[in-house]
């Protein structure tokens, strides 16, 4: 090219500062399309831990949970362990299901004892629900209840027990079930110290005979994926009864060496299992990759980019070609 085709200076400085706006906002314009993409490491959504519930059974309370309520906080889970009425299947799940709705978000139901049989009616329908687990648990299919099991499965509370009738309001009445104070360490609690025992026997909380007598109308674990922990020296429910009912399950299946009180006895080896059905919650749950609208948008955002140099290079162009005045 002969130096006198080449443009004046001043030409040369419009064309240089051209080829500069014109790169500078296509660099702009694939940033801010690309910006999003990379800001969530391309995914839209972060999973939520389950909110764990457990729920107690009969002659206990909440409070027999709490070693496993410390160490599932420990590893940053939400916690609730409501209050069992133990006045009858019906009302009791009922009861539990309308906690499950004060709650947001996923779950996980563990049920200790006959807390198994309210969990397996609360969790019908309820689609939040990802996992049950059944500690030492009863877990009736439908037309069963814990009458019904323990006459197939015999274990040593049918002489461990008293009957106390009771009276509420409206006229109502009914009869609830003690364990005998000199039979509770033995059958139900047999490794725990018997200093402790004596306590709970005095602030033991009994159940109506409805809580074993009205049959389940649903099993929610035919649905729902299930864990169950077999207390092999539980003397309340009998193991083979708890192993029949995981079997049938198909439940996810650990046995210790445990009474019938393994949450209060052996809170790791619980908590260890909650975490296994919560972790298959979490797992169930994945987050969403970027979809196609966002490959599509920034691909779109490019092109645009390229339209935006091509059109600069152009100019530029008929810059370089135009004559000198």
Known sequence: MDMAEFPVRGSRHRIRRTHVIVAGCAMALCTTVAAPAAADGGTTTTAAKPTIVLVHGAFADA???????????????????????????????????????????????????????????????????????????????????????????????????????????????????????????????????????????????PAATTAF??????????????????????????PDQERFEAKRAGSHTVEIDSSHVAMISHPEAVTDLVLQAATAAESARPTLPDTGARAETALTGITAASLIAGAGALLLGRRLRRPTP
């Open 63 to 205: 409070s027999s949970w709490n070693g496993v309520v410390e160490r599932l906080e420990r590893r940053g889970y939400p916690v609730i362990a409501p209050a069992n009425p133990l006045r009858g299947l019906y009302s009791d799940s009922t009861y539990i299901a309308s906690v499950l709705d004060s709650i947001k978000g996923p779950l996980v139901l563990v049920g200790h004892s006959y807390g198994g049989s309210l969990i397996s009616s609360a969790a019908a329908g309820n689609p939040r629900v990802k996992s049950l687990v059944y500690v030492a648990a009863l877990m009736p299919d439908v037309g069963e209840n814990g009458m019904s099991l323990s006459a197939r499965f015999p274990s040593e509370l049918g002489t461990a027990t008293k009957s106390v009738p009771y009276r509420a309001g409206g006229g109502l009445s009914g009869t609830d079930l003690y364990l005998k104070p000199d039979k509770l360490h033995q059958v139900f609690a047999a490794d725990l110290p018997e200093s402790t025992t004596r306590i709970m026997a005095v602030t033991q909380r």
């Open 213 to 238: 007598s009205e049959k389940a109308k649903v099993a929610a674990w035919k649905h729902i994926p299930s864990w169950f922990l077999v207390a092999k020296q539980d003397k309340t429910i009998n």
